[in-house]
Structures are given as structure tokens and as C-alpha cells.
């Protein structure tokens, strides 16, 4: 028990460390399934390149995907393109377009450090951990524990879905939330409008 409490604080050390370096950044999410011949991988190259020139380093979970477009669009773009990385037993890997790594061996430790890196974030469409990472977020700023940011849901096919249940179940007719909180993010479905409103992100003073 004891090695381990010293791996999870050296963990923390070395993660601070690491996103401390880095400012100016946009954090990308979204499936590590995403084949290169996809739209949204496409969509995601170009907005990265595109934040890249507009002088934002890019930070990813370091896999495969839309990870993998985000961070070959920073480099095409010549700016930071950083992966927090997950050692798993199978699927996950650093990907080539990654300048600037580091590798994590929990997922919790790896969390806090993708919630602390970015001064906004966009999703594209992914799985469980995605979804995960995103709530995680929209959490942190719903309860005051993060600055408002600008977060962005990359695809309305895909998110739309999950918008009206948090507005007509979880809102309306539950009300499990507050009406503000149903605009903590914005659904956007081109790379313009992505840029639009990623481009005005402020760095963070909360951390």
C-alpha cells in the first residue's frame, strides 16, 4: 500500500510538472476508433492545425483517433502537441504526432491533469471515456470548482441525442439541474464554429 501512495503522489509531481511548462492550450477529446478516412478525423486535423496557427498548443490523451488527428494537426501547424498518455494491457499507444509526452499509470491522476491542462476543451464523438471526461468537466465548472471555459460538442448527430435527455429528462422533468447549466457547453457541427469560439479562450487563473 505503501509503494503505492508514493507512486499516485509521484504521479501528481511529475503531471503538474509536466502541464505546467505548456500555456496557451486547447484540450481535444474524442474516440480513439476514429479511422483516418472519417470526416470527423479530418475535422479534427484541420481545427487543430487551424488553433495551431492561431497560436494554441494542442493537448490530447496521447492515443489513437481523434487524439491522433488533434496532434498531427498541431504539428503541421508547428506548435506544442502534447499527449497525456494511459499505460494499458491493450489498444492504447502514444501516437507519432505527439511532441511533448508523459505517461500515466491511473486514470484518476491522468483525469486531474487533462482537467487542469486545457483553457477549453472540445469533444468529439466517443465512448465511455469520452463521455466521462466531459461530464467531468461541465461538473467542475457546475460547481464552481473550475472557472467557466469554453466547452465544445464537436457533431450534432452525435450529441444532439444527449442534449435534449439532459434538457427535457434531466432538467424539465426532474430538475436536477438548474437552467444555466444547460448552457455550459454549446453543440457545434463545423470546424468554423469550433474555431470561433475556441479562439477567444482566456488562460485559466484556477490553477
Known amino acids: 500500500m505503501t509503494w503505492r501512495i508514493f507512486r499516485i503522489m509521484a504521479e501528481f509531481v511529475s503531471g503538474f510538472h509536466f502541464i505546467g511548462q505548456y500555456e496557451k492550450t486547447i484540450s481535444f477529446f474524442g474516440s480513439a476508433r476514429t479511422e483516418q478516412n472519417d470526416r470527423l478525423y479530418?475535422?479534427?486535423?484541420?481545427?487543430?492545425?487551424?488553433?495551431?496557427?492561431?497560436?494554441?498548443?494542442?493537448?490530447?490523451?496521447?492515443?489513437?483517433?481523434?487524439?491522433?488527428?488533434?496532434?498531427?494537426?498541431?504539428?503541421?501547424?508547428?506548435?506544442?502537441?502534447?499527449?497525456?498518455?494511459?499505460?494499458?494491457?491493450?489498444?492504447?499507444?502514444?501516437?507519432?504526432?505527439?511532441?511533448k509526452g508523459i505517461g500515466f499509470h491511473y486514470f484518476f491522476t491522468r483525469k486531474v491533469m487533462l482537467s487542469a491542462a486545457g483553457q477549453a476543451y472540445v469533444y468529439f464523438p466517443g465512448g465511455y471515456g469520452t463521455l466521462d471526461e466531459f461530464f467531468e468537466i461541465i461538473t467542475l465548472i457546475q460547481t464552481q470548482k473550475m472557472e467557466p471555459i469554453p466547452v465544445v460538442l464537436y457533431g450534432k448527430d452525435f450529441w444532439g441525442s444527449l442534449v435534449e435527455y439532459i434538457n427535457n429528462i434531466v432538467l424539465k422533468k426532474y430538475g436536477n439541474i438548474d437552467a444555466d447549466d444547460a448552457y455550459l457547453f454549446t453543440v457545434v457541427d463545423t470546424v468554423d464554429e469550433a474555431f470561433s469560439i475556441l479562439k477567444k479562450s482566456k488562460p485559466r487563473q484556477d490553477f
Not at 481545427?47 to 489513437?64: D, E, H, S
Open 42 to 99: 479530418h475535422d479534427a486535423l484541420e481545427l487543430a492545425r487551424r488553433l495551431g496557427k492561431a497560436g494554441f498548443n494542442v493537448i490530447t490523451g496521447g492515443g489513437p483517433g481523434i487524439m491522433e488527428a488533434a496532434n498531427q494537426g498541431a504539428q503541421k501547424a508547428c506548435v506544442h502537441s502534447i499527449g497525456l498518455n494511459i499505460q494499458l494491457p491493450y489498444e492504447q499507444r502514444i501516437n507519432q504526432y505527439v511532441t
